[in-house]
């Protein structure tokens, strides 16, 4: 079993994305998941007609946060672009308000994508949408685990989690321990 990956060859750098999630507990009980995305090049880069980004300059450089429930469902969305790849590209912000009454879960990330459309979203902040309802679902469980406190039993694997990677697998090791109660 391989727990690091091996020695590159040498390289040198051309692109670095930097993506960073937080789930926060609100003060009024709501969940929020704010997510980062900051695209940056090494060389100076022009984008087409605009104007040349020097090295080390966002090429991307956005944000999105969601407001959710218990239910995870989304009461609120923000959506903010300091830096787009084109100056029009901030006009895909409004189109994240759609997602506002969708529930995070099984299927989720589809009906959102169907919401926001290709076409009047931006690719970038669409593809967060994923590992932001990951980040909503593993905030909520803490959460929920928190609230239970370190004394109680770990519950079984819930249904929709069940087969939905390896460590969750039906008959696993982790469905066998959970299942013992």
Do not use: N
């Amino acid at each position: 079993m391989s727990v690091a990956l091996s020695s590159p060859v040498a390289r040198r750098p051309l692109h670095t994305r930097t993506l960073a999630m937080d789930c926060y507990l609100r003060e009024d009980g709501l969940l929020e998941v704010e997510a980062h995305l900051r695209d940056t090049k090494p060389f100076a880069l022009k984008m087409g007609g605009e104007r040349e980004r020097p090295p080390g300059a966002p090429i991307h450089d956005m944000w999105l946060r969601l407001r959710l429930d218990d239910s995870l469902t989304i009461l609120g969305v923000e959506a903010a672009m300091p830096t787009g790849a084109h100056d029009s590209c901030t006009g895909a912000v409004p189109a994240y308000e759609k997602l506002v009454g969708l529930q995070v879960g099984v299927g989720w990330v589809r009906e959102a994508r169907h919401r926001v459309g290709v076409a009047a979203g931006c690719t970038h902040l669409t593809e967060m949408l994923h590992q932001m309802g990951t980040t909503a679902m593993q905030g909520f469980y803490g959460l929920r685990q928190q609230r239970r406190g370190p004394e109680a039993s770990i519950e079984p694997i819930h249904p929709r989690l069940l087969d939905t990677c390896f460590g969750l697998r039906a008959g696993g090791e982790v469905d066998r321990l959970r299942s013992r109660r």
